[in-house]
């Protein structure tokens, strides 16, 4: 059979606290911006991901809060987009087993997070974080989602799950799981640390002065890029001047990305100018920029059973997506239907 699927954008973020200016350039900017692409948008807080390493429970129900009101203050409309945290539909969790059962244990050795986060000390790591990949493939593929979001760092687990789709549909003959391509962002979106610019910004950093975070003040912001490394020279004229300066093209591709102008023309505007005169001018556009989603998160914060609320709206929408996927998939595999 050939099977055709709506045509529905997922992504997911995991609330494991502190959502920095690199998660709203690199994917919540970006989530609201889907909403007006004509696609179904599903978004999903992933807080069974979050339990593949110890989770303080009372930190992770207000870190789940507050990556609901990061996504909600971006812009990511809860009416027009379908926003949950993972664990109210445990259509995810009894897909990934079924998909785990079509997964291969080599295509899971190969996954280079594990490797990263297992470090030296694998054999005492969660068997979760070993397996998680096919969790995440459920999380996809349970929407059947026909596009998903992918900075460079996911493109891997995006490439299993495609590979996870296309064998279960080998195997059982069926054109059931569509083959989710991948909605790769574009250039000045990977925001480095404004300690080293050859480090992607990262809320794990022991140094807060490396990140601007989505609950920083104006004045913290402003101080914060005042101090952020770069080198003594001007600015050049365009990008290819600053192939071997990583601080100085970090902070003019925020700049980009924050005011919605190319690198070029920010350059133009600056070219010749030190970091003297660009940092002000930086600082104000962040500000300008982030100083309403600050405000806004504090606001929902402020009401913690509308945000709750607001997810369970959501899961229940989901979930109505979800359900009958892993019902008619576990048809597909032989499994008997016959409860009312």
């Known amino acids: 059979m050939n099977a055709t699927h709506t045509p529905r954008i997922f992504s997911g973020i995991q609330p494991s606290g502190g959502l920095t200016l690199g998660n709203y350039l690199g994917a919540l900017k970006r989530f609201a911006e889907y ?13 069974l991901h979050a339990l593949t390493v110890w989770q303080d429970p009372a930190a992770l129900i207000e870190q789940t809060r507050e990556a609901a009101a990061a996504f909600m203050a971006a812009g990511v ?20 087993w079924l998909l785990s059962c079509v997964a291969r244990v080599g295509w899971m050795d190969r996954m280079t997070q594990f490797k990263d986060k297992g470090g030296k000390d694998r054999e005492r790591v969660s068997l979760a974080l070993y397996a998680y990949p096919a969790l ?37 003959g069926v054109d059931f799981f569509p083959i989710t391509n991948p909605l790769i962002e574009g250039a000045a979106t990977r925001v480095m640390s404004l300690r080293d610019g050859s480090k992607k910004m990262s ?9 601007i975070n989505l609950t920083d003040d104006a004045d913290t912001i402003a101080q914060k890029i005042r101090k952020a490394r770069t080198d003594a020279d001007p600015l050049p004229g365009s990008m290819e001047g600053l192939k071997d300066r990583p601080e100085a093209r970090n902070l003019v591709n925020i700049y980009a990305a924050l005011s919605g102008e190319g690198t070029d023309q920010v350059l133009a505007r600056f070219e010749g100018q030190g970091f003297g005169a660009f940092k002000p001018a930086l ?6 920029v982030l100083a309403p989603i600050t405000s806004r998160m504090t606001e929902l914060k402020s009401d913690p059973a509308e945000i709750d609320r607001i997810l369970g709206d959501g899961a229940e929408r989901a979930e109505a997506i979800a359900r009958p996927i892993v019902e008619r998939t576990k048809e597909i595999m032989g499994m008997i239907r016959s409860r009312g």
């Open 283 to 288: 600082a104000e556009v962040a500000v300008a």
């Open 136 to 172: 995440m493939a459920a999380d996809i593929l349970v929407y059947h989602a026909t596009a998903v979001p992918v900075g460079e760092d996911q493109k891997q687990h995006l490439e299993l799950t495609r590979d996870i789709a296309a064998k279960f549909n080998h195997d059982y």
């Open 203 to 211: 809320k794990s950093d022991p140094s807060d002065a490396s990140r």
């Open 77 to 96: 409309d809860p009416a027009r987009s379908i926003l949950f945290n993972q664990s109210q539909v445990p259509a995810h969790a009894e897909l990934s």
């Open 35 to 47: 909403q007006d692409s004509g696609l179904e948008t599903i978004y999903c807080l992933v807080d």
